[in-house]
């Protein structure tokens, strides 16, 4: 198998390099045929300038894009490289790359989209808020698709060709998501494996202010919801107007026959 591990990265200068070479130290001790591509997103430090000198091919955008486009720009060159297998990792080294086997395994099992679970592993750390989130999250991708997903948010995943392929992925905000629930769509077969997840050793870039990013969280859960579910999402909000309705049309009734009897005393 031809493997790609991708890794989109933005500032992450300070951990690329280690990275990258835990990586190398992995796939060749394990014999495999791969290449590791770092998708800088517009980063202002030298990120990509450290991830060439560890070795890795690297995309440049102009300028910061977000998550989603780094990751449909890894699968373009992913699928231009040949890849058989790509296997996805965040920059930051709170996923451990020596795991990269259980993924990888697991697609020589015959799974076609393998997500590495930290809910189903050993999570270091994590802060509360997105915890609360990151489960938020799996229990609406788990009543989409009826499988039951422990980590729908996670950056570590392997998936075939085939899934880069069909799965087109249209959201900037949501891509981790809608790749699992297009997957099941397309009856891709999908396997989570316990993972390890470490604690950040500097400061979290989504997450500086706790508020913004449950609101984020909250737009995102909607748009997930409205995206993939529309007429469940669309009947809510018109059971909701139509209950609104029923109420105002009762007090408009009563009020009609009363005159002002609510108000007096």
Known sequence: MNIIITIPSYNEEKTIGVLISKIHKVMKANRYKYKVVVVDDGSKDKTAETARKAGAVVYSHPKNYGLGDSFNTEIKKC????????????????????EIPKLVNEIRNGYDLVLG???????????????????????VVSQITGLKISDAQTGFRAFKREVAEK?????KHTYTQEQIIRAVREKFRIKEVPIYFAKRKDESRLIINPFGYATRAFINLIRVYRDFEPLKFFGIIGC???????ILGLYLVYFQFFGEGIFRH
């Open 79 to 98: 699928l231009e490289l040949k890849a058989d297998v790509i296997v996805h990792i965040d920059a930051d080294l709170q996923y451990k790359p020596e």
């Open 117 to 139: 679970s930290r809910f189903k592993g050993k999570i270091e750390e994590m802060p509360l808020v997105k915890r609360l989130g990151n489960i938020a999250f799996s229990k």
């Open 167 to 171: 799965v087109n992925i249209s959201s």
């Open 240 to 246: 909701i107007i139509l209950f609104v309705g029923f």
